[in-house]
Nanobody, 113 residues
């Protein structure tokens, strides 16, 4: 069974950092594009960052210079390093395998003092 499992969410103060992980199990090939999306209450799900099989990366304007996406091919894991977090970053963060239209269950990130 192919699945994505996110971890690393939590409560952090503004200006703090968190690192999200997305572990892929089953047959997740290295040539798939992987992405992180988020959905805040009452809002649509939006792209945060995505990385292709050859390392091409896209970021949402709102997270550029603060978030970094990376992938470990050997561990079949995708990471999202989030620095200088803001209250508006509060959302459920989801991992996505683009070509499979596969989503993880999500992990809550709350930025609040």
């Amino acid at each position: 069974q192919v699945q994505l499992v996110e971890s690393g969410g939590g409560l952090v103060q503004p200006g703090g950092s968190l690192r999200l992980s997305c572990a892929a199990s089953g047959i997740i090939r290295s040539f798939y594009t992987m992405g992180w999306y988020r959905q805040a209450p009452g809002k649509q799900r939006e792209l945060v960052a995505r990385i292709t099989s050859v390392g091409r990366i896209n970021y949402a304007d709102s997270v550029k210079d603060r978030f970094t996406i990376s992938r470990d091919y050997a561990e079949n894991t995708v990471y999202l390093q989030m620095n200088r977090l803001k209250p508006e970053d509060t959302a459920v963060y989801y991992c996505n395998a683009e070509q499979l239209s596969l989503w993880g269950q999500g992990t809550q990130v709350t930025v609040s003092s």
